[in-house]
């Protein structure tokens, strides 16, 4: 019998995840809310239809553990890397300032045809990313290790 990973499981270890469905792509979002990246750390090769960011992301999955031992909330620089990507687009984004920091705020996924479909990266601030992919597949990859969070404390959303 397979089992799901649990949230929990991920506590200590750097993540990496694939996200190849919609489903998949709702939980790498969640991991990636409220991350924060430079303008500078983010490319699009088309050669190789690769949409690529450098983000600094705040580790949801670690919350409870740090509450339960009293030590500080953490983030971590992760790759959120998407393949086959066809087109990238742009609104409400500043690309003249490599040094403006963006704060992402979900990623999803619309499908059309085929298995092809748009992504969104919605940023906060109204700005957005759609990348036209032939096909889903996001990959999310921790690549430092985890360091004290600059706030001291988990992120917070006016309702």
Known sequence: MVEDA????????????????ADDLTVISALVQDAIVPMGEISYDATHRRFALLINRFRWEDVEAAERRGRPVERVQAVLLFD????????????????????LLAVAFT????????????????????????????????????????????PKHDD
Do not use: C, N, W
């Open 111 to 154: 499908p059309s045809e085929d298995g092809m479909g748009t992504v969104e990266i919605t940023l906060a601030g109204d700005g957005a990313i759609a990348l036209q992919v032939e096909a889903l597949d996001v990959t999310l990859k921790d690549v430092t290790r985890p360091y004290v969070a600059p706030s001291h404390h988990i």
């Open 6 to 21: 649990r949230f929990e499981d991920g506590g200590e270890r750097p993540l990496a995840l694939k996200a190849m469905d």
């Open 84 to 103: 086959d990507v066809m087109a990238a687009r742009s609104s409400g984004v500043p690309t003249g300032d490599k040094q403006m920091i963006l704060s």
